[in-house]
């Protein structure tokens, strides 16, 4: 009886992992930067991301253009400086300039902040749609080609139409 057990357990795990291994695979790939490039939203996100450039540029030039300034004051009027006041305004030189740097890398995290609080809702979207398509058309993996990793593909479908489809995009 023990005997027959173990046989029947052994033939229904051979049998498990044969119709395991049979299993179809099914490949999908899109490109994800076409798709981006048609996701609504995007040129909203993508002017109102220009716009904090803007601001962020000019407050930069305002800054840059002050320090110039002092600079040139620095260089005409040294000669006639104390030794006081020259190492008070070369020390307001270098007190700009560090802020001006200090400016410059703030104001690129932040830039960096910005631009994903604005695409992270279409990205999201996008990631959603691609989960949805490949659920819903049996697909097992969906590659990315716009990263250029995809070496080589057989028997994949692009599945960027149907993801334009299940978002409501021509």
């Not at 990631?127 to 995809?150: C, H, M, P, R, W």
Request: aromatic fraction near 8%; hydrophobic fraction near 40%; charged fraction near 30%.
């Amino acid at each position: 009886m023990k005997k027959s057990l173990v046989l029947f357990l052994a033939a229904m795990f051979a049998f498990g992992t044969a119709a395991f291994a049979q299993k179809t695979v099914k490949l999908g790939h899109i490109n994800s930067s076409d798709l981006m490039q048609i996701m609504p939203g995007k040129d909203s996100a993508q002017a109102a991301f220009e716009a904090e450039v803007k601001i962020v540029e000019g407050e930069l030039k305002a800054m840059q253009e002050e320090l110039q300034a002092k600079y040139n004051d620095y260089q005409e009027r040294r000669a006639q400086m104390t030794d006081l006041i020259r190492s008070t305004k070369e020390q307001e030189i270098r007190d700009l300039d560090t802020r001006i740097q200090t400016y410059q890398q703030n104001a690129q995290q932040k830039l960096r902040e910005k631009e994903t609080e604005l695409l992270q809702p279409i990205i999201d979207r996008a990631k959603q749609a691609i989960a949805d398509v490949a659920k819903e058309n049996g697909y097992t993996y969906v590659f990315d080609t716009s990263a250029g990793t995809l070496l080589y593909q057989q028997d994949s479908d692009d599945i960027l139409a149907l993801v334009k489809k299940k978002l409501g995009l021509k």
